[in-house]
């Protein structure tokens, strides 16, 4: 198995393997075909973050650029214990904003990060519904309902574990009709009717616009998620990586990350 490999092996495979079809989720810049840490002579960055950041860390990535010229900045938006296993088993990769410590242990555990985490911002949950709330879904209760399409993000990542642990603050059982792996996906279920709600991060239905309805609920409280974010111990552009973490820590980075939702830590 690749994980059993050494890591200088396990980068030779990744890089193999075709690691740029990990980086299509989402890209900051137009993608100029190239690969690895150079483009046209400049210098691509390459950032693995919770699919929760996409609006935020997009428009992050185009502030960097502008004041580093010839440099580009490549996402890979996804679950984060997803992005964590591509870490760790070589992908190659310059930072990694989680959305929880428990998918950044993964990449610290394997000696991954250089340095130790930063929490940057908070993040609770809400549910969506459409706009029309069909299933006319006021609480965390009602997503009881058998009668109603449930979706939730899987066990494994942030916001799935988040929904499982608010609906045990509130002792209730919910039997989703499918468990997706990243909350866009699950957002995305909401949006196209093909699901009465959805148990997703408040910043995505703020991303949402009036494609759906954020619902509060008091439970969201007790599975609050912080998201931790360190470069990396392989990083091909160790002091951009620096630079760019440093913007997400700044002022200018802070204003960016609340006005789309997310809390102080």
């Given at each position: ?5 050494p890591?200088?092996?396990r980068?030779?495979?990744a890089?193999a ?6 980086l ?7 993608d100029d075909g ?22 935020t ?5 185009k ?5 580093h010229?010839?440099?580009k900045?490549?996402?890979?938006f996804?679950g984060?214990s997803?992005?964590?296993q ?6 190659p990769?310059d ?5 929880s410590?428990a998918?950044?242990?993964?990449v ?19 549910i ?5 709330n ?12 058998p ?16 929904a499982?642990?608010a ?5 209730l059982k919910?039997?989703?009709v499918?468990?997706e792996?990243?909350?866009k ?7 196209l009717n ?14 949402a616009?009036g494609?759906?309805?954020g619902?509060?609920f008091p439970?969201?409280?007790?599975a ?17 990586a620096?630079?760019?973490v440093?913007?997400v ?15 102080s830590?």
């Amino acid at each position: 198995m690749i994980e059993r490999l050494p890591r200088g092996v396990r980068v030779l495979l990744a890089a193999a393997l075709g690691t740029s079809l990990t980086l299509a989720a989402g890209c900051g810049s137009t993608d100029d075909g190239s690969s690895g840490s150079s483009s046209k002579g400049g210098k691509t960055l390459f950032v693995f973050a919770a699919a929760s950041l996409t609006e935020t860390f997009t428009s992050l990535g185009k502030t960097f650029e502008s004041s580093h010229p010839g440099v580009k900045v490549k996402f890979n938006f996804g679950g984060s214990s997803a992005l964590a296993q591509q870490i760790t088993q070589g992908a190659p990769a310059d930072i990694f904003a989680a959305a929880s410590p428990a998918t950044m242990k993964t990449v610290t555990d394997a000696k991954d990060a250089a340095g130790a985490p930063t929490t940057f911002v908070r993040n609770r949950l809400e549910i969506a519904v459409p706009p029309s709330n069909p299933g006319k879904v006021k609480t965390l209760k009602d997503l009881t309902n058998p009668k109603l399409k449930v979706v939730e993000c899987a066990p494994e990542v942030p916001c799935g574990a988040a929904a499982l642990k608010a609906l045990a603050a509130a002792k209730l059982k919910v039997k989703p009709v499918s468990q997706e792996q990243d909350v866009k996906a699950a957002l995305t279920k909401v949006q196209l009717n093909e699901a009465d709600a959805a148990l997703v991060y408040r910043t995505d239905v703020k991303s949402a616009g009036g494609k759906v309805t954020g619902i509060d609920f008091p439970e969201a409280a007790q599975a609050i998620n912080d998201y931790p974010i360190a470069t990396l111990t392989h990083a091909p552009q160790p002091a951009l990586a620096k630079e760019f973490v440093q913007l997400v820590l700044s002022g200018q980075g802070k204003s960016v990350l609340e006005q789309a939702g997310f809390e102080s830590p």
